[in-house]
């Protein structure tokens, strides 16, 4: 099932969640959540991980079905559509806080990185290590300079036309 209107759980997932729907979204089947742990490394525990896709469940962002004695746990919306609502999400806040101008400005910065995306779609590495740099000398400068980041990242994340179906490595 996709999501007809924007959601506001975009804004509110932490690392683990993510981390967890990640998992799922590359999965080729429903898992139960020590596969899960499995998938996320050793240093997880079983209960939080249980914890968390349970609340993600409640979220509306997994269904759980019974398998046994266990649960099985799939996506209930597409990477794509999660990154579209959070991209709609992110670009309807920075409007009703800065807006039609900072609006301008992401759609201006879309535009003039494309390149830049082409460049970083073969190289995720790359891309990511030139945000955590452009992160560490410019974040704090203003309002401004954070929606201007945060557009370079939602145009990387358009330019991947296929969400959920590149591999990194």
Known sequence: TELN??????????????????TLWSSYRDLS??????????????????????????KDLLERNPSGRAFLYRPHVSRKSFLENLAGHTVKTI???????????????????????????????????????????HWGRSSLSRILILSVIITFLEGLRSFGHKRTK
Not at 33 to 58: D, I, S
Not at 119 to 135: N, V
């Open 5 to 22: 209107e924007i959601q506001n759980w975009g804004t509110s997932l932490g690392s683990l969640e993510l981390n967890i729907m990640n």
């Open 33 to 58: 959540v020590r596969e899960v742990c499995e998938q996320l490394g050793p240093e997880k525990n079983y209960k939080t991980v249980m914890t968390v896709l349970n609340r993600l469940v409640e």
């Open 95 to 137: 409007f009703q806080t800065y807006g039609q101008d900072a609006v301008n400005e992401i759609e201006f910065a879309t535009k003039t990185n494309q390149p830049a995306v082409r460049r970083y779609e073969s190289s995720p590495g790359e891309f990511f290590s030139a945000m955590r740099r452009l992160i560490a000398e």
